[in-house]
């Protein structure tokens, strides 16, 4: 998997610290993603007339795409890629766009019905709920919704501290326990 860092002076500062790292130095956060469609024409309409993103340009074999989110807005799409990704170590599963609430969750349903789409069902995943679907070009998309969020089960003081479950995975607390590495959680200045 390729990342790359870029920099971007339009957006504001990420307001943490830590050690020598300051605001101006600091990752503010993911520009966006690349996406590798087997048909990349089909991938160009879903994207301009399906999600609504803008086509801000083409350079070489890359189309870049905007929305209208400050973080994570910018999807790049190559035009030719070199072959069909294999799921496993180095890949991405699917990409994530944001639904607000609820009532737009199902209205983000209903389209992708009526354009001919296999939505899954709206899926309860604890901390959000999300509904997937696949273009002709074999990108997945999932729509997630914001709430309930992360203090679903503890609060905003006590995140990151224990490893929380939602129950369909509390069978399997022990072999995911052993798999994780251990972190080191560390409070950063400014929070």
């Known amino acids: 998997m390729q990342l790359e860092l870029v920099e971007d002076s339009e957006r504001s500062l990420n307001p943490w610290t830590f050690g020598e790292i300051k605001p101006e130095n600091a990752i503010k956060g993911f520009s966006g993603a690349t996406l590798y469609s087997a048909q990349s024409y089909k991938t160009v309409d879903v994207m301009e007339n399906l999600l609504g993103l803008t086509c801000v ?10 929305s209208e989110g ?14 069909r990704g294999l799921m496993g170590a180095g890949t991405v599963h699917h990409i994530a766009w944001r639904a607000e609430n609820d009532s737009q969750h199902k209205q983000w349903r209903d389209i992708l019905l009526d354009k001919g789409y296999r939505p899954t069902d709206i899926l309860d995943r ?20 914001d709430p309930p969020g ?3 089960d503890e609060p905003k003081s006590d995140l990151g501290k224990k490893l929380l479950l939602p129950s369909w ?5 022990k072999e995911l326990e052993e798999k994780l590495p251990q972190i080191e959680v560390r409070v950063m200045e400014g929070e």
């Open 150 to 152: 992360f203090t679903v």
């Open 70 to 83: 400050t973080l994570g807005n910018t999807i790049g799409l190559k035009l030719n890629p070199p072959a």
């Open 169 to 173: 995975l509390e069978s399997k607390r």
């Open 57 to 66: 340009g083409q350079e070489n074999e890359y189309v870049r795409f905007t």
């Open 126 to 145: 604890n901390y959000f709920k999300a509904l997937y679907f696949q273009e002709e070009g074999g990108i997945l998309f999932e729509m997630a919704t």
